[in-house]
């Protein structure tokens, strides 16, 4: 295939439990998709990591799938970027090869550095200049003091600390640099002067030169190297881009580049991407401001630590039965585990769950949290449990709205994307919890969409970033609240905060 002056960019997604991509031509169109899931090694004390590797290899696989399933010359293939997760820091030597296995961000083991930090430096202080309201053991900073005191041979052999973006960047061109969307809860990055915070470097015991370059988003690093080539048969014709992380690339593959909407994303976390013209100081709200993917802008980001990753951990735990029903095929179960809770009226006939199997986030950040089910009795089914799970994140996203709209940032439409969105009735609940219109994009896995538009901002395939996520996003489907559920869900979110509230001590 050799369609005259046409040319390629590829999005990936690098995502908590899976890794997603797409493959667009210049016009904005997605030719191929590929997508490939992986599991985290969990430990005691919510310790939670990874094999860098993984990240790389499957990396390399997703790509070699577009280009098999494209058809296309790699040569084509102008440009490609990244959409990653936050937070999980990925230490490596002098070589540019990891020194330990990676600590995924829902790890947990650095809560005493995080107490330590904030005594240090105080909440507002950091409120000020990282944008983060709460210090916890997910940013960082924490986890980089905890190597130093806990894994001291590691902290001295550290030549870079990389996030899951810098690391892949690395691993295609050699070249260690970050942008400031991904690096902006890192808890050691300036938003408003978009530098390295030096005190907060000098206080973990670290200097900026074990840290990548900063860079914009959709700036070109560089070129494939030799052996980048080899492992994803892609050519030095492709470019290399900066990204960006994984809300607001989602939020550009939406179309959504300005203040207004909110996007949703609804994959193994849940988080809410709300633009915003200012930083936002105001500590109160408890919700993380970050610098945006779109320069001069930046944006809140409440988020609940475990959403789709409960569903998951459900199917995994207590559908094995119905596995081989399906086919082992992860579309037929979960649209099965559907079924099962469509069958169960709204409410969950009294059944509630709080989805915390890793803490909460916003708004009331508790590291201490546990996941709970109440109110069971011995009429209730496995569509019971599936559909009080699909609501308690439903009521997670409420409590961010709600603790939102106390200040003032009132929203009015939720575009929903990530693998949640492939649920019609998921949808449906989020509209009736949320009373908020829920719209469904052609495409939901856009955070992989908006690095491939970043790809192409870089390479000069797309001109900008509003005519390019115009092309690529179109509303597919509305869900309207539906009044009868009203009364339902507000006594169902009383009794969700109530909940959370009575088993504070008992965590």
């Known amino acids: 295939m050799n369609p005259g002056d046409i040319s390629f960019t590829i999005g990936i997604d690098v995502g908590t439990t899976s890794i997603k991509s797409v493959l667009l031509n210049s016009t904005g169109d997605p030719i191929a998709s590929a997508a490939k899931e992986y599991s985290l090694d969990s430990g005691p004390r919510d310790t939670c990591e990874i094999d860098p590797d993984i990240y790389w290899n499957i990396t390399c696989q997703v790509i070699h799938e577009l280009l098999m399933d494209s058809a296309i010359d790699p040569a084509l293939v102008k440009g490609i970027a990244f959409s990653s997760q936050g937070e999980t820091l990925i230490v490596v030597d002098r070589t540019g090869k990891p020194i330990r296995k990676a600590i995924v961000w829902l790890d947990n083991r650095s809560v005493n550095e995080a107490k330590e930090i904030e005594l240090k430096f105080g909440s507002q202080q950091i409120m000020n200049i990282t944008g983060q309201p709460e210090v916890v053991a997910t940013w960082p900073a924490t986890r980089i003091l905890w190597l130093k005191r806990y894994e001291p041979e590691i902290f001295s052999r550290a030549h870079k600390y990389l996030l899951v973006e810098d690391y892949l960047l690395y691993r295609l061109t050699g070249t260690f640099c970050t942008e400031h969307s991904l690096v902006s809860s890192t808890l050691y990055f300036d938003i408003n002067q978009k530098i390295w915070w030096k005190e907060m470097l000098t206080f973990i015991g670290i200097s900026e ?299």
């Open 209 to 507: 030169e074990l840290l990548p370059e900063l860079k914009q988003s959709g700036l070109v690093v560089g070129k494939l190297t030799k052996v980048a080539v080899e492992a994803t048969g892609l050519t030095t014709n492709t470019s290399v881009v900066t990204g960006a992380y994984d809300h607001p690339a989602g939020t550009i593959g939406a179309g959504n580049i300005g203040p207004g909407k909110v996007t949703l994303t609804l994959g193994a976390s849940m988080a809410m991407c709300v633009t915003l013209s200012k930083p936002l100081t105001d500590i109160s709200l408890k919700i993380p401001c970050q610098c945006h993917a779109i320069p001069g802008l930046y944006f809140l980001l409440p988020y609940t630590q475990t959403a789709g990753m409960v569903l998951k951990w459900f199917k995994d735990e207590f559908f094995k039965p119905e596995q081989p029903l399906s086919g082992n095929c992860e579309t037929d179960l979960y649209s099965l585990m559907d079924q099962l809770a469509g069958s169960v009226p709204a409410g969950s006939d009294g059944l509630l769950m709080l989805p915390h199997l890793m803490g909460t986030g916003s708004p009331e950040f508790n590291q201490n949290a546990k996941g709970a089910f109440v109110g069971l009795t011995l009429g209730m089914s496995k569509g019971h449990f599936v559909r009080a799970i699909l609501e308690a994140i439903a009521l997670s996203i409420k409590h961010n709205l709600e603790a939102m709209k106390e200040k003032n940032i009132e929203i009015s439409q939720i575009q929903l994307l990530g693998g949640g969105a492939r649920s019609a009735l998921w949808c449906q609940i989020i509209a009736d919890i949320t009373e908020i219109p829920v719209t469904i994009l052609n495409k939901s896995e856009n955070a992989s969409v908006g690095a491939a538009i970043l790809a192409g901002i870089g390479t000069g395939i797309f001109e900008n970033l509003k005519t390019a996520g115009t092309k690529c996003a179109v509303v597919q489907q509305e869900y309207l609240p539906n009044v009868k559920n009203k009364i339902v869900y507000q006594r169902l979110f009383l009794n969700y905060l109530s909940l959370s509230k009575s088993l504070e001590k008992y965590w």
